[in-house]
């Protein structure tokens, strides 16, 4: 009996790792043997990040909260009347040829059929909304202001939740792909919250000014720094510092909790944050082995 049970351990086939050759005879189907961990590796793929490098990649994300928090101190002016609506207009106007200017200068090469897209897509641009600077200046009489408040409220929150920090709400020139979904409805959140302000403005050309200002930081402001960003990387650091003093000299005039409350989120985001994600890191635990499933290494739509 021995004998006959050594021969049949013997003549059983050796075990083989193999993907997709079926059950081996002789053994289970969820059988493995020693060697099979010996291909294991730890934190194989976990980046070591540098606090600072963090705390730069951060900036975008203060960059445009301070432009948020630069448009929402230009809606409370407008609607306690401090601005009129002719330092509005002469508002837009700058804030166009300061965008227009900076992304001529920093699309390269400039061609002149570039130039006449763009020119041609603003006046429509314009043209269109001063048309509809009627309809939203008596869109929402019968709601109360209560309602519109906590409603454009929100909506800027689902902006700022939903906002593609990293690219454009639209698309940048010579880039291949479009924005993503997300950024979609943070932009069209945005423009709900802008159309709900300016109807509560006394007049039309308030209303256009208004959302004319509003639709040109909320469309070209991403596209702008974005732009900047990827023309020189210092310079979008020093646009971004200056764009936080600024912010803060206003939001401090407007009101004091209002300055509070932005300054502890710009130290929350560009301090604390990556201070986090650095100390949770050493905490990290992911292992890769044969188990793991295949990644494609090209694109599947190639």
């Not at 493995?32 to 600072?52: I, Y």
């Amino acid at each position: 009996m021995k004998s006959n049970d050594g021969n049949r351990i013997r003549l059983q086939p050796m075990w083989r790792k193999v993907a997709y050759g079926g059950r081996q005879p002789g053994y289970d189907d969820n059988y493995t043997d020693e060697s099979f961990l010996e291909e294991m590796v730890m934190n194989a793929n976990v980046v070591k990040r540098d606090l600072l490098k963090v705390m730069i990649d951060s900036v975008s994300i203060s960059q445009y909260l301070c432009i948020v928090a630069l448009v929402v101190s230009t809606w409370t002016l407008t609607l306690n009347l401090d601005i009129d609506e002719a330092t509005l207009l002469k508002l837009d106007v700058g804030l166009l040829l300061v965008g227009f200017s900076v992304l001529l200068l920093t699309t390269c090469p400039f061609s002149l059929k570039l130039l006449t897209k763009y020119v041609l897509n603003i006046s429509f641009f314009i043209s269109g909304l001063y048309v509809l600077a009627p309809i939203y200046h008596t869109l929402t009489r019968s709601i109360s202001s209560d309602s519109i408040w906590a409603l454009a409220v929100s909506l800027l929150l689902v902006h700022l939740f939903l906002h593609d920090y990293s690219g454009s709400t639209i698309r940048p020139p010579g880039a291949l792909n479009n924005p993503k979904l997300t950024s979609n409805i943070s932009l069209n959140a945005s423009i709900v919250a802008s159309v709900l302000v300016a109807s509560r403005l006394p007049s039309r050309l308030h209303v256009f000014a208004i959302m004319l200002f509003s639709l040109q930081v909320f469309l070209f402001a991403p596209l702008i720094t974005f732009c900047v960003k990827k023309y020189h990387f210092r310079l979008h650091l020093l646009f971004s510092f200056a764009l936080m003093v600024v912010t803060l000299s206003v939001t401090y005039q407007l009101h004091r909790m209002f300055f509070i409350l932005l300054l502890s989120l710009l130290v929350f985001i560009s301090v604390v944050c990556p201070y986090w994600l650095i100390r949770i890191q050493e905490y990290k635990f992911e292992i890769n082995g044969p188990w793991d499933e295949a990644k494609l290494c090209f694109d599947i739509t190639e």
